[in-house]
């Protein structure tokens, strides 16, 4: 089983572009949050996944709950509490790319508090986005990641940086290195990678056996701890926004890591240039995919075959 551990929320996204004379687009809410998505993509693959966080009681709450029976994944790690639904209001760019406001005051994801310990028939565990930003919850999926870590757990962490969530930069990317020697694959954009200030030579050092970074319409690459680098082209797509695209790319490497053996820090050291390629693309193909939609909708296997 994999578990992907973080917020969901509901993102209000608009449904088209503003016309002359509206001052503002239809919105249309949508299930999302990062680790939301990578739970329901997981999901929708056929992979066996199981959603951690804490969910609040509303409305939106229910329909999150909802939206990952709909998708198989597992409810038995999700918290309960009577406060609010964390909104996402996205703004859309000319090319698709999506910015986002966040309302999260007194949230009911915020207040998560760490489990006992996850089942040993764990696999995976998956991480990312606001959830590693908003207190005291966020310091609650640290101490998991670290636990669950050193339980030999293979863990994968998307930092999905959102720069207004974050009020002190340099504390939080001090926090992110010290992640890193507890992750077994980094997976982050182009845009995280020069908000945090690093590169993959790096932060390999400091602990992940790989990192791949995404560069939107070009492509993805992985490197690795020997010195290999591997890129693959972005699949063509018609693309309507590209919310989801990143948490689809988490859930797509990992279940093809799975089918193939390959979760598990070793695993991923053994991976010649070839297997990465595919896996990759793999990944670029199921990113497309959901770029090609509305809101953080990803593939069904089938949509893949």
Known sequence: ??????????????????????????????????????????????????????????????????GLRTAEVGTSLVQRGP????????????????????????????????PPELPRGVRALAFGTCSLVLEPGASAYGALLRREAGRGVFTLLDPNIRPGLIPDPDAYRARFAGWLPSVSLLKLSEDDAKWLGGDPERWLAQGPAAVVLTRGERGLTVYTRDGAEVSVPAAAVNVVDTIGAGDTVNAALLHTLDRHAALSPSALRALDAPTWSAHLTFAARAAALTCSRTGAEPPYARELE
Not at 103 to 113: N, P, Q
């Open 83 to 114: 406060e609010p639904t964390t909104l996402a209001v996205a703004s859309i760019g000319a090319d698709g790319s999506a910015g986002y406001g966040f309302y999260t005051s007194g949230s009911a994801d915020r207040l998560f508090e760490l």
């Open 1 to 66: 089983m994999i578990v992907v551990a973080g917020e969901s929320l509901i993102d209000l996204v608009p449904q088209r572009r503003a016309v002359d004379g509206e001052p503002l687009p239809p919105l249309l809410p949508r299930l999302g949050g990062g680790p939301y998505n990578t739970a329901v993509a997981l999901g929708r693959l056929g992979s066996p996944v199981t959603f951690c966080s804490r969910v609040s009681t509303d409305g939106f709450g229910e329909a999150l709950l909802g």
